[in-house]
């Protein structure tokens, strides 16, 4: 599957990436979850097949009144002066609590972040960013597809972002899939991924999300590896929490898993 669609304003990326074809794309383009996947797709590993909604077609979704939320959520006005406290929100004085030293009040964090998903869940898709998940979705073969978040700010050395954003599984009509997008961008602005990005000094006016559209497996068994243990950094362990079934009830905490840890070294 080629590259379809373009970027607003007919430049820069295409809309639609078939993941065996992202290995070179940017984080920025591609957002980390679908980069790595088509690295791996890329060195011959059995990523099951898919294509990845670019930045592009978020970005052309996005509505106005976004950036000046995010800019509030940023400790600054449009103008870069300090936002300050909106109309009814109580003082970060009153509360007793701050974000990430901005001096923005948890629950004024989480109004603004409540804000953004509902702006972006009431924002129509854009025809032309509809047709090209259409079009790719009909290429796949249609069927029962995972519809996974991939945000720019994820799997970075510092912060991973690991279920801070939105993925559905079991997916199933072209309707469902563009829905499941729409869901996904909006859990951008999830109230954990807002105050995680706040935590990490990462930039709400600057993040993007990508979309990724897999063909779903009949998995008997799943989970996550890391490569390093996440508890205590080590490097020469490799920790492995499993389950039957999709991997998805490991990620969302819904089971208990089977734990392993490995000596690599």
Request: proline share 5%; net charge negative.
């Amino acid at each position: 599957m080629a590259s379809e669609g373009a970027g607003q304003g007919g430049d820069g990326p295409g809309l639609v990436v078939d993941l065996s074809r992202l290995a070179s794309a940017s984080l920025a383009t591609a957002g980390g979850k679908a980069l790595n996947l088509g690295r791996l797709a890329a060195a011959d590993f059995p990523v099951p097949p898919g294509f990845c909604l670019t930045t592009a077609g978020y970005r052309a979704a996005a509505p106005p009144e976004l950036d000046a939320i995010a800019a509030r959520l940023d400790g600054a006005g449009l103008d870069g002066t300090g936002a300050g406290s909106f109309d009814g929100a109580r003082s970060p004085e009153e509360t007793g609590r701050y974000d990430g030293g901005r001096g923005l009040a948890d629950d004024d964090r989480n109004h603004l972040a409540r804000q953004a998903r509902e702006a972006v869940l009431a924002a129509p898709v854009p025809p032309g960013v509809e047709a090209a998940v259409r079009g790719a979705y009909a290429a796949l073969g249609s069927g029962k597809v995972a519809v996974r978040s991939s945000a720019t700010a994820e799997d970075l050395p510092f912060a991973s972002f690991a279920g801070q954003q939105d993925s559905f599984m079991d997916v199933d009509g072209a309707d469902a899939v563009v829905q499941a997008v729409r869901r996904c961008w909006a859990s951008l602005w999830t109230d954990r991924a807002v105050a995680y990005r706040s935590t990490n000094g990462i930039s709400h006016r600057e993040v993007g999300l990508a979309v990724v559209v897999q063909r779903m497996v009949d998995a008997t068994t799943a989970g996550v590896l890391f490569t390093a243990n996440p508890v205590t950094g080590t490097r020469n362990q490799t920790v492995i929490d499993a389950s039957a079934g999709p991997g998805q009830a490991v990620v969302s905490g819904a089971v208990n898993p089977d734990h392993f840890v490995v000596e690599t070294a």
